[in-house]
């Protein structure tokens, strides 16, 4: 596996470089200081992981992976336990207290190898789903038979999706990345890492934060779009 390290202390970084060089599963392939390098590695290199420390200078580890629209599996790094519970809820893998225990760090990379693994060897997804076709949806002892053309978004909530349609917002057992595959990309369409919208729903675009843009959707969410997200939405839908 291929991975990177983010963490603003250099001795950190050193020192977890060289517990790495001792499991044969994993190679180091860059190190970021901060989370706007990581950002650029992260797009140019395509890491399987991420060694990623919380408190950086500028944006934290929780906003880096707020600006990427699909993570690489994340163990944390960091010398503070009061983030544990924050971590999961953005599906990391593992959170690493400092000083790293060399036993601790190698059954956290055995989890993240078993899980590619997994992976790998998971029975493709089947078809792509249509707006015209309906699917059941069931929230508790509340059941639903919808046509997806209906949806205005897709919400991701840790490994649990929130779908919004008419006045209803059940959660269902999936994650974003599992509909990301089987939704028809010509309608719905990844605006960040934690949503996808129906194109039929955007009722109005207007430009936004850092080179991003935000969708006024039908029935008064709003969206943003990623930067690099808008990238591909203006080629999508430009004439």
Known sequence: MRAIIVDDERLARVELSRLLTKIPSVEVVGEAINAEDALE???TLQPDLIFLDIQMPGKTGFELLEDLDKAPNVIFTTAYDEYALKAFEYNALDYLLKPIDEKRLEEAVKRVV???EAAKSAEPPPNILKSEDQVFVKDGDRCWFVKLEEVRVFESEGNYVR??????KPLILRTLNYLDERLDPKIFFRANRKHIINL???ENIEPWLNGGLLAKMKGGQKI?????QSIKFKDMLSL
């Not at 779908?163 to 209803?168: L, M, Q, R, V």
């Not at 943003?224 to 690099?228: D, K, N, P, Q």
């Open 200 to 202: 039929k729903w955007v």
């Open 224 to 228: 943003e779009v990623s930067r690099r």
């Open 114 to 116: 078993e899980r590619e």
């Open 163 to 168: 779908i919004f349609f008419g006045e209803h």
């Open 41 to 43: 590695k992260i797009n």
